[in-house]
């Protein structure tokens, strides 16, 4: 807005310097339109050398506080910087393999608005400004702290960085590329567990050689993110000079294999396929903090055993992007043998189930 005030104040003193011939309103012009110059020379200059990192810390989930930080380096060796300002959008991202072209030529008035209604509703935009100044050769930070809305893939882009120098009214944007493409798991939710008979175990409380919170240390590995900081075997770190964890043998055989089928003529209600990923997500943490999670699936994809956090992290990844399938899973040879299959089915018109061998095991 500023920019156009000037722009019509220039015009107008050229129309009015033309008519009158006046040598003053020529110098007021020439004046005007010199500070416009030099505020875009100052501006360029202001920006030259300067560096932006866009970094975003996992795990996102949705409706979650996320942060988004931009890291800063200002390159020149003398001149420091002032009055940057950050456009950062967020925006939920299709799977390209679902992206199709659509026209909106012969549509009605009302259903485009609806769908740049939408559009504008994934969208979340913000402003950020430089606190102070960018010293040369130092460096800087600006966080912004937002919500997804939805769980699923999230684009996060600097759309542009602009300057206020010299002057603070007159605002120059360059466009970025800058981009840092994630997902977002579903949000934990409250679920009810019911009482049945245990998963099968072993003959006499054996204990097993797999990853559990049994008594037994089974092994020592390297500290991955999700690990618990009370497993860190502080004296093996000292030694190595590296994190490391213990592993305890699990007391029991007890464990569960969960398989979700996303058939969509089953989960006919969108809000009951959301309650459902966001029951699965959730219960699978829990059961991977007991040591009881032995193997997940979807549908008919290979199974994918959880033995350490990054597994965990892999199922939550494969959960945020889940669709309901069009056609049924049918059977899974690695999971419809086994006796402690954890699979899912709606409970009532809004509610989801889980079921063991049959019996209700838990609902949300």
């Not at 970094?55 to 002032?82: E, S």
């Not at 994934?122 to 930070?141: C, F, H, M, N």
């Not at 970025?176 to 579903?186: G, L, Y």
Request: glycine share 10%; aromatic share 8%.
């Amino acid at each position: 807005m500023p920019g156009v005030v000037l722009i019509a104040l220039c015009l107008g003193l050229g129309t009015a310097a033309y008519n009158t011939s006046s040598n003053i309103l020529f110098i007021t012009l020439s004046l005007l339109l010199s500070c416009l110059v030099l505020s875009g020379v100052l501006s360029w200059l202001n920006l030259r050398g300067v560096e932006w990192r866009l970094r975003i810390a996992p795990p996102l989930r949705a409706g979650h506080d996320t942060v988004a930080g931009l890291d800063l380096r200002n390159g020149k060796a003398f001149l420091p910087t002032y009055g940057l300002g950050f456009e950062l959008v967020a925006r939920s991202t299709d799977d390209p393999a679902h992206q199709h072209a659509e026209s909106t030529v012969s549509a009605p008035g009302a259903e485009v608005r609806a769908l740049l209604a939408r559009a504008d509703a994934a969208v979340t935009r913000i402003r950020l400004d430089l606190p102070g100044r960018l010293d040369p050769r130092g460096e800087g930070r600006v966080e912004w702290v937002f919500k997804p809305a939805r769980r699923g893939r999230l684009g996060v882009e600097l759309a542009a960085v602009g300057s206020l120098f010299p002057f603070g009214f007159l605002r120059k944007d360059i466009g970025t590329e800058v981009r840092a493409d994630t997902v977002v798991w579903p949000a934990p939710i409250e679920y009810r567990r019911h009482a049945i008979a245990g998963a099968r175990r072993a003959a006499g409380d054996e204990r097993v050689a797999r990853t559990g919170s049994g008594g037994d240390l089974l092994a020592l590995r390297r500290f991955s993110v999700g690990d618990s900081h009370r497993l860190i075997h502080w004296k093996a770190s000292a030694r190595t000079g590296t994190l490391l964890v213990r592993q305890f043998a699990a007391e029991t055989a007890e464990g569960y294999s969960m398989w979700l089928r996303t058939d969509a003529d089953v989960w006919v209600r969108p809000e009951q396929f959301e309650l459902l990923l966001r029951f699965v997500a959730t219960l699978a943490e829990d059961l991977f903090r007991t040591g009881r999670l032995v193997a997940v699936a979807v549908d008919a994809e290979p199974l994918l055993p959880i033995r350490r956090g990054r597994d965990l992290e892999l199922w939550l990844n494969r959960l945020a992007v889940a669709e309901p399938a069009a056609t049924a899973a049918g059977t899974h040879d690695g999971l419809s043998a086994r006796q402690d299959l954890m699979t899912f089915a709606p409970d009532g018109a809004r509610g989801v189930a889980a079921y063991v061998g049959g019996k209700k095991a838990a609902s949300a």
